[in-house]
């Protein structure tokens, strides 16, 4: 049974910083990919970051590239999320996904596996 649990969400203030992260079980974790997306209410789930079963490459979306990094550690099958100038809009509900496929890893569809995710709310 594979199974994806988020931690690190809570409340911060503007401008400051939350590390996420997605604990794996029941999978080969190094044959996964694994991303970060998030779901504001009222609003679709979006992506956030993705990283590959190597880690060699990541991926962000734009709202959060330059603020946002995530890494994984194969060897304790967890991939990590460091959010940095955390702004209002980013508070949001963030799920961990992951995929055996190599395509499309910004979009919904590839992820076959969801954790039941993590509430992050960011005062202004």
């Known amino acids: 049974q594979v199974q994806l649990v988020e931690s690190g969400g809570g409340l911060v203030q503007a401008g400051g910083s939350l590390r996420l992260s997605c604990a794996a079980s029941?999978?080969?974790?190094?044959?996964?990919?694994i991303a970060w997306f998030r779901q504001a209410p009222g609003k679709e789930r979006e992506f956030v970051a993705t990283?590959?079963?190597?880690?060699?490459?990541?991926y962000y979306a734009d709202s959060v590239k330059g603020r946002f990094t995530i890494s994984r550690d194969n060897a304790k099958n967890t991939v990590s999320l460091l959010m940095n100038s955390l702004k209002p809009e980013d508070t949001a509900v963030y799920y961990c996904?992951?995929?055996?496929?190599?395509?499309?890893?910004?979009?919904?569809?590839?992820?076959?596996?969801w954790g039941q995710g993590t509430q992050v709310t960011v005062s202004s």
């Open positions: 990283i590959t079963w190597s880690g060699g490459s990541t």
């Open positions: 029941g999978v080969n974790f190094r044959n996964y990919n």
């Open positions: 996904a992951a995929t055996s496929l190599d395509a499309g890893l910004r979009y919904r569809s590839p992820y076959l596996y």
